[in-house]
């Protein structure tokens, strides 16, 4: 079992930046993909990013790209997704997930794809 706690959420001014947190612990010497999702209100949780265990496969949403950069600390067990240059349309609780890799074909931007998730931070942008 692998338990994630997000943190680094807030309110921030459009334009601004945060960066958020996922700190795993549990079993955690297990390789694990690391996503991060969102749920804005009345919307759909819908993909962020995704790093590969090693950080060697990186994929964005293209609402993020450019703007976000994810990364991770394996010493650490945590995750990190940075965010700058926030838009309100951004505001959502924001998820942090994760699945032990085992060589199969993985879905990088299906939800259901993660088995580990956090209890969401909110990130809220004010225009």
């Known amino acids: 079992q692998v338990q994630l706690v997000e943190s680094g959420g807030g309110l921030v001014q459009a334009g601004g930046s945060l960066r958020l947190a996922c700190a795993a612990s549990?079993?955690?010497?297990?390789?694990?993909?690391m996503g991060w999702f969102r749920q804005a209100p009345g919307k759909a949780r819908e993909f962020v990013a995704h790093?590969?265990?090693?950080?060697?496969?990186?994929y964005y949403a293209d609402s993020v790209k450019g703007r976000f950069t994810i990364s991770r600390d394996n010493a650490k067990n945590t995750g990190y997704l940075q965010m700058n240059s926030l838009k309100p349309e951004d505001t959502a609780v924001y998820y942090c997930?994760?699945?032990?890799?085992?060589?199969?074909?993985?879905?990088?931007?299906?939800?259901?794809?993660?088995?580990?998730w956090g209890q969401g931070t909110q990130v809220t942008v004010s225009s």
């Open positions: 790093i590969s265990w090693s950080g060697g496969s990186i």
């Open positions: 997930a994760a699945q032990m890799m085992d060589g199969s074909e993985f879905s990088v931007r299906s939800s259901a794809e993660y088995r580990y």
């Open positions: 549990g079993r955690t010497i297990s390789r694990y993909a």
